[in-house]
């Protein structure tokens, strides 16, 4: 068993720490994890595979996966843009990358509504299609691998890469073998935020979606229809289901980026 180095004060700062999230995140969690099997499994599994749950689930995940895979190539390549260029106005797209972030969720779902909805200026409306459940999480997820990238780029140093390409490795190798292993565990952590944020997203969607059974319905919106109709039972475990997929992911990315890591070494 290896001795403790924890000092008094710092067994006091832990114990707190591990009091205050237990209060916070653990017990809480526990809860809705009793709940979901209040009525029995056969309630909990006869949830998940109702039709109209079930394609919500389906549709959730399937929007989060999309979502976070466009964000995983376009949020580094904008944070390679901000990081290694330099043009007019880069300090205002750096504000504007953090709106998602500023919007309460409400507000989100009321923009992309002005701009995709019936009045839309573009002549697009998603309004009512599986395409606004896409939308909708796009939009709020857009910042996580963009800032979770940044600060990576920022300290890579650039003579490694140079000393490559002096060395006759082309772009697109040193690129693989110098500049992805570095990123990826950044990458890794900022698809990982991405895809449990999207999982989660309920404001903007009860706004842009219009909630349509089997069409357009999120998971976090039959949820709230489960709450509404008092089955607590079922919306906890529709609530456990997403718990686990986005812990599952979170392990996935986890492995993915070490693994990634350790090729490059």
């Not at 591990?18 to 709940?35: D, E, G, H, K, T």
């Not at 920022?154 to 690129?175: H, N, P, R, W, Y």
Request: charged share 15%.
């Amino acid at each position: 068993m290896r001795a403790t180095t924890l000092t008094r004060p710092a067994s006091l700062a832990l114990g707190i720490s591990v009091l205050w999230f237990s209060l916070l995140v653990l017990l809480p969690l526990a809860l809705v994890i009793v709940a979901s099997f209040d009525d029995g499994w056969e309630v909990f599994w006869g949830t998940l595979t109702n039709v109209q749950t079930a394609n919500a689930i389906q549709l959730t995940l399937t929007s989060a996966l999309a979502a976070t895979a466009v964000n995983i190539v376009v949020g580094t390549l904008i944070a390679w843009v901000l990081v290694r260029d330099r043009f007019p106005g880069k300090r205002i797209i750096e504000l504007l990358i953090d709106i998602p972030f500023a919007l309460p969720s409400l507000v989100a779902g009321l923009v992309l509504l002005s701009l995709y909805g019936p009045t839309s200026p573009l002549g697009i409306n998603v309004l009512g299609t599986p395409y606004s459940v896409f939308l909708a999480v796009l939009f709020v997820t857009l910042p996580f691998v963009v800032r979770t990238v940044e600060p990576v780029l920022i300290e890579l140093d650039t003579e490694v890469e140079q000393a490559a390409e002096s060395l006759g490795a082309s772009k697109v190798t040193t690129f693989r073998r110098v500049i992805l292993p570095a990123l990826t565990p950044a990458i890794a952590a900022g698809a990982t935020l991405s895809f449990a944020r999207g999982v989660g997203e309920f404001g903007a969607l009860v706004l842009l979606t219009g909630n349509r059974p089997n069409v357009s319905e999120g998971a976090p919106i039959r949820i709230q229809s489960y709450i509404e109709t008092d089955n607590t039972a079922a919306a906890a475990s529709v609530a456990v289901f997403l718990l686990l997929v986005a812990l599952a992911a979170i392990g996935i990315l986890d492995v993915i980026s070490r693994r990634v890591a350790r090729h490059g070494e």
